[in-house]
Nanobody
Framework: QVQLVESGGGLVQAGDSLRLSCVASGRTFSDYAMGWFRQAPGKERKFVASISWLGNGVADYADSVKGRFTISRDNSKNTLYLQMNSLRPDDTAVYYC??????????????????WGQGTQVTVSS
């Protein structure tokens, strides 16, 4: 069974940075794409970023975070990261790490992910 544990959330001011981490266990981490999603209060869970298992680190981002967020992975540590810069109040949400059951090259929709972490809260004050 795949387990995902996020950390790194917190309360920051607009313009600050945070780095989220997600430690995965239960299967060979390097063989699968990974992703980050977020869910604001009263809203649907939305795609933030995903990264392929390919060695070149190919990734995709939601338009709202392009140029500010960077997804990366350290296969030697079974860890996924999300570096968030220039944070804005509308980035406030619970952030979830996710993994697909299948070897999808670059998944981006919630329906393509089967395993989810418990979430970590990110709050950005103005």
């Amino acid at each position: 069974q795949v387990q995902l544990v996020e950390s790194g959330g917190g309360l920051v001011q607009a313009g600050d940075s945070l780095r989220l981490s997600c430690v995965a266990s239960g299967r060979t981490f390097s063989d699968y794409a990974m992703g980050w999603f977020r869910q604001a209060p009263g809203k649907e869970r939305k795609f933030v970023a995903s990264i392929s298992w390919l060695g070149n680190g190919v990734a995709d981002y939601a338009d709202s975070v392009k140029g500010r967020f960077t997804i990366s992975r350290d296969n030697s540590k079974n860890t996924l990261y999300l570096q968030m810069n220039s944070l804005r109040p509308d980035d406030t949400a619970v952030y979830y790490c996710a993994a697909p059951l299948a070897r999808i090259p670059l998944p981006t929709s919630t329906s393509q992910f089967d395993y989810w972490g418990q979430g970590t809260q990110v709050t950005v004050s103005s």
